[in-house]
């Protein structure tokens, strides 16, 4: 490949840059991506789902013109951009007429880029006026994105660029299994690690990240946060907090102090099963105790990070806000080098909870339910405040209200696949399939897309153009690197016909700059201030840390250094209490299962199911299970297995491996069909974040 178009991978939250380019030396001039060693967050490298996602532009079931079936039953024909457009618009006013404008629900995603999220969430409130519009970003964020607004008045994922990582004395990784979901982050532990630096990671399995760590803690599924406050417990009682940060950045110590006070090691030692010593040495270990000195010497630094395996919990937003306190009572966040945050998953999992896509939420981090901001953004929508509806329900809630007598009688949905990837699937798709009208936009025929009664074939990464914003909280651009095949469109433009035919108010546009340019107005003045940020700049500077509330202005990466974004500058401590699965085990159910992801595959696997090298790495559900626990089942190496919760079954292999817990199972939730991880989740939500619980329940095996 002689040169090619800088871009950004479709997948995952790192957003490593790749270049993609025609390779010259194939004779078809085949389409060809090779990592960029500019992009800091990649570290120059790229993943085998990196390395193959030119791939996914030619997969053979490539959506390339509108589908659509002329009634319930009948199967998904060809037809006309014209034809589905007009349908969608005629369902929507014969919808709106009957039910009102809350019979239309929206359902978006967390790899939108940041124009479409912005131009969803406004079509929603401005073209459909409805407050029924969520996305599957509530099922991967929610419960971070809580902690952190409640802690630190903000909610950027990493407050600090990536490479802060690599000069930390101390890491400790809570519930990330980054070796196998971002490979390329492990070059930055990996340059910690050369440097001296320990790694602590805690989680119930034997990862390939945890086998990398200095110190792995195996908890219990569903006790991270009891983990937690045994660790401030010790660092209370063994003198390593950091009263001087504590009195001069923080609030609300004392409660945490007090409220940990019950959680000695000895006890936590029974809920967590994590052994004493382990937890001793993981404190020592993060605030630089030497045995020499008390508390944390003046250059030691330590992050404290928290993934998904903390946080998809119906406890999460506490869990979180445990290592939170944690953090600061160690006197971390908002130091230089030193910190915590949280690892954001999707694509634009960062950018995509910004805009206003989500349920409560108005462009620029803003709260639908402000005043001011409501005005604000009214303005730049050309509307009446009291024209924007209020807060609608959350993702999960959502998608089981549907086709119900008070829930939505129609759904459009955009770059999200529930089908897989929502918890509970099964209650999910009676309620999909309870609709009276279902549009799925998608580049592939996915399986939410296949149950539709119009398909809008769209266009994906290489061949659009936008913003994409990393989990450093860093703007990008995605390049347009090779056309669209004929047919296709590009999301925006569909909304903006759509706006369109319901003569919604104001302008609408199909152009990304021109729909970045508004969303920099509507962003003006909130949390995520993006007013200075242009495509220009990022190109220029290779991406642009918000809030960044001028163009004059060079953007932050470390937003905390001075003050945190709370109304006086201070990050608040708040106390939690151990709960437990919402499931414990029990005689029916004597395991628990917790989900996650492979190697090979991303999310619900819609995209990379269709990358036959991806398909051949990691062909098929698994569960994981400890030999001893085959060996008393009578299950064999590759067997087929029923794993039944309460909600149903899933038939997977069987996979013995003394990575796992006897106590403790894992099924990877990429794969559709009978071998589907969420036919088995627990939908049990957390009260503020409402993050379904995918991370624990209960279950029980038997060989087929
Ligand atoms: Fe990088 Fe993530 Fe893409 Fe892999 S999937 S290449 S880690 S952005």
């Known amino acids: 490949m002689s040169s090619g178009t800088p871009t950004h991978c479709p997948y995952c939250a790192l957003q490593c840059g790749m270049v993609v380019g025609r390779d010259l030396a194939t004779g078809g001039g085949q389409v060809r991506v090779a990592p960029r060693s500019d992009v800091p967050a990649g570290a120059g490298g790229l993943c085998q789902k990196g390395w193959t996602a030119a791939d996914l532009l030619t997969t053979a079931d490539r959506l390339t013109t509108p589908l659509m079936r002329v009634h319930a039953g009948a199967p998904l024909e060809p037809c006309t951009w014209d034809a589905a457009l007009d349908r969608i618009a005629a369902e929507i006013e014969r919808l709106r007429a009957a039910y009102g404008p809350d019979a239309v629900a929206v359902f978006g995603g967390g790899g939108l880029t940041n124009e479409k999220a912005y131009q969803l969430g406004k079509f929603a409130r401005v073209g459909l006026r409805t407050a029924n519009i969520d996305y599957n970003g509530r099922f991967c964020m929610s419960s971070a994105a809580a902690a952190l607004n409640r802690a630190f008045g903000m909610d950027r994922g990493l407050p600090m660029p990536i490479t802060d990582l690599e000069t930390a004395d101390a890491i400790l990784l809570v519930g990330g299994n980054v070796a196998e979901t971002m490979p390329p982050f492990m070059r930055h532990l990996a340059a910690q690690r050369a440097g001296g630096g320990q790694l602590i990671v805690i989680d119930p399995r034997t990862t390939?990240?945890?086998?990398?760590?200095?110190?792995?803690?195996?908890?219990?599924?569903?006790?991270?946060?009891?983990?937690?406050?045994?660790?401030?417990?010790?660092?209370?009682?063994?003198?390593?907090?950091?009263?001087?940060?504590?009195?001069?950045?923080?609030?609300?110590?004392?409660?945490?102090?007090?409220?940990?006070?019950?959680?000695?090691?000895?006890?936590?030692?029974?809920?967590?099963?994590?052994?004493?010593?382990?937890?001793?040495?993981?404190?020592?270990?993060?605030?630089?105790?030497?045995?020499?000195?008390?508390?944390?010497?003046?250059?030691?630094?330590?992050?404290?990070?928290?993934?998904?395996?903390?946080?998809?919990?119906?406890?999460?937003?506490?869990?979180?806000?445990?290592?939170?306190?944690?953090?600061?009572?160690?006197?971390?966040?908002?130091?230089?080098?030193?910190?915590?945050g949280c690892l954001t998953g999707q694509?634009?999992?960062?950018?995509?909870?910004?805009?206003?896509?989500?349920?409560?939420?108005?462009?620029?981090?803003?709260?639908?339910?402000?005043?001011?901001?409501?005005?604000?953004?009214?303005?730049?929508?050309?509307?009446?405040?009291?024209?924007?509806?209020?807060?609608?329900?959350?993702?999960?809630?959502?998608?089981?209200?549907?086709?119900?007598?008070?829930?939505?009688?129609?759904?459009?949905?955009?770059?999200?696949?529930?089908?897989?990837?929502?918890?509970?699937?099964?209650?999910?798709?009676?309620?999909?399939?309870?609709?009276?009208?279902?549009?799925?936009?998608?580049?592939?025929?996915?399986?939410?897309?296949?149950?539709?009664?119009?398909?809008?074939?769209?266009?994906?990464?290489?061949?659009?153009?936008?913003?994409?914003?990393?989990?450093?909280?860093?703007?990008?651009?995605?390049?347009?690197?090779?056309?669209?095949?004929?047919?296709?469109?590009?999301?925006?433009?569909?909304?903006?016909?759509?706006?369109?035919?319901?003569?919604?108010?104001?302008?609408?546009?199909?152009?990304?700059?021109?729909?970045?340019?508004?969303?920099?107005?509507?962003?003006?003045?909130?949390?995520?201030?993006?007013?200075?940020?242009?495509?220009?700049?990022?190109?220029?500077?290779?991406?642009?840390?918000?809030?960044?509330?001028?163009?004059?202005?060079?953007?932050?990466?470390?937003?905390?250094?001075?003050?945190?974004?709370?109304?006086?500058?201070?990050?608040?401590?708040?106390?939690?209490?151990?709960?437990?699965?919402?499931?414990?085990?029990?005689?029916?159910?004597?395991?628990?299962?917790t989900t996650g992801r492979v190697l090979a595959h991303y999310q619900s696997g819609a995209q990379t199911r269709r990358v036959d090298q991806l398909n051949k790495a990691a062909p098929e559900p698994y569960v994981e299970l400890h030999p001893d626990v085959a060996e008393r089942l009578g299950i064999a190496a590759g067997a087929l297995v029923r794993v039944t919760s309460r909600r149903g079954s899933a038939l997977v292999r069987a996979r013995p491996t003394d990575a796992i817990r006897p106590d403790t199972v894992f099924v990877p939730f990429h794969w559709a069909g009978t071998g589907r991880a969420n036919l088995l989740t627990n939908p049990a939500l957390d009260p503020l974040s409402r993050m379904p619980e995918f991370k624990v329940c209960a279950v029980r095996l038997e060989a087929v």
């Open 208 to 340: 390939p990240t945890a086998r990398r760590a200095d110190l792995h803690l195996r908890p219990t599924p569903g006790t991270d946060l009891a983990l937690a406050n045994g660790l401030l417990h010790i660092a209370v009682n063994e003198g390593l907090i950091d009263e001087t940060y504590i009195a001069a950045r923080t609030r609300g110590f004392d409660a945490v102090r007090t409220a940990v006070n019950s959680y000695w090691p000895g006890r936590v030692e029974r809920i967590t099963g994590v052994p004493v010593p382990q937890l001793r040495r993981a404190v020592w270990l993060l605030a630089g105790e030497t045995g020499e000195t008390r508390g944390r010497s003046g250059d030691h630094t330590a992050l404290v990070l928290t993934a998904r395996g903390a946080e998809q919990h119906a406890d999460g937003t506490d869990t979180v806000t445990a290592y939170i306190n944690l953090a600061l009572a160690l006197g971390l966040p908002g130091l230089p080098g030193s910190g915590y």
């Open 347 to 593: 694509g634009n999992g960062q950018g995509g909870r910004e805009h206003g896509q989500k349920a409560d939420q108005l462009p620029g981090y803003r709260k639908i339910d402000d005043p001011v901001a409501r005005a604000h953004v009214a303005a730049v929508w050309d509307v009446e405040p009291a024209a924007i509806p209020g807060p609608g329900r959350s993702a999960y809630e959502l998608l089981v209200s549907l086709g119900t007598r008070d829930g939505p009688k129609a759904l459009l949905l955009f770059g999200s696949n529930p089908v897989v990837s929502a918890p509970h699937a099964a209650a999910v798709e009676e309620r999909l399939d309870a609709l009276e009208f279902l549009v799925v936009a998608d580049f592939v025929p996915s399986e939410t897309a296949l149950r539709a009664d119009v398909v809008l074939p769209t266009t994906q990464w290489a061949e659009e153009s936008g913003t994409i914003t990393n989990l450093e909280g860093r703007v990008l651009r995605r390049e347009r690197a090779v056309p669209p095949p004929p047919g296709v469109r590009g999301d925006l433009a569909v909304l903006a016909a759509l706006a369109g035919r319901l003569n919604a108010p104001g302008t609408w546009s199909g152009e990304p700059a021109e729909v970045f340019d508004e969303l920099r107005r509507a962003s003006a003045g909130g949390l995520a201030d993006y007013s200075g940020i242009t495509y220009e700049r990022i190109a220029a500077e290779g991406g642009v840390f918000w809030p960044c509330p001028g163009e004059g202005h060079p953007g932050t990466p470390r937003p905390f250094l001075e003050r945190f974004a709370t109304p006086d500058g201070r990050a608040r401590f708040t106390p939690v209490e151990h709960r437990g699965a919402v499931e414990d085990v029990c005689a029916d159910y004597p395991l628990y299962l």
